[in-house]
């Protein structure tokens, strides 16, 4: 775990490439990363090539920075570039702080404090999260009601962890968390929804983040450019108004590794890129490069 001020810089750059002319597109974006209490902006831009002939941003409805980026002129790449620095300072999470409540007697008070709409938001099914009989079994077997709170949380994580394989192309946004208990594989975005839908399912508010964590090259070999990618992880509200971010992908909680751009009810809520295109290609391709490089605290 790695705790303290970090400082990085975080680069995302998608690319859109097509066989017949692109005549026109509107995306609206969520890239630039957000204040949290764990971490300062410091400088952040989205850039479009070409460029956009109308860029408009405001905060949505959870707060994130939404941008949209409008482009009329012809051509047969698009990019669209998200830089940012960011401070990063991650408190080390008391579980045994948390044990002062348990599973149930957390989910009471919370409910009771939290405004109505708050609380609807972060605790009953949304698009990608349904809560299910399989998801309602599954939370039952480490989210016991007099369980005590961390040591409940905590095993979640390990369990998901060790009960699923990381494979990539296994699922899609599309794979319900039925079929990816039936799977039992996925990727971050499927353990992430998972964790939430199992916190939900026992009345404890929970979101889906999403963002980037630093990674490291294994010994003796040197970091490609542009081979990090986007993350994602669950947070959940604990008692005193104090959210929680678990990692069940890595088997661990959120430390300074963890960058956030935006959190929502679901990946729906927090899509990177998505709109509308005027083409007549046949064909189109995308390609995702993600650098998160550490910075000294000076630069």
Known sequence: MVYGRH??????????TYDEVLEACYNRGVLQLR???TQRVVASEVVATPPSDLVASHLDYFGNHS???ETREPTLE?????????DVDWPEPNLA???GWTVASAATELAASLDAVE???FTLPSPLVGIGPKVRAYAASELVADRPLGQAVDALVHRIFGDFDYRQGSTSVRTTLGELLDLRKGVCQDFAHLAVGCLRAVGLPARYVSGYLETVPAAGKEKLRGADATHAWASVLTPGGTWL?????NNHFADSRY???AWGRDFSDVSPLRGVVFTEAGTSDLAVEVDVDPLPLDA
């Open 7 to 16: 400082r990085y810089r975080v680069r995302h750059i998608t690319r859109y």
């Open 35 to 37: 204040e949290t209490p």
């Open 67 to 69: 941008v949209y980026l």
């Open 78 to 86: 698009l990019t669209v570039a998200a830089t940012s620095v960011v």
């Open 97 to 99: 702080a948390l044990d």
């Open 119 to 121: 609380l609807a938001e």
């Open 245 to 249: 971010d678990l990692d069940p992908t």
């Open 259 to 261: 960058i956030v751009t």
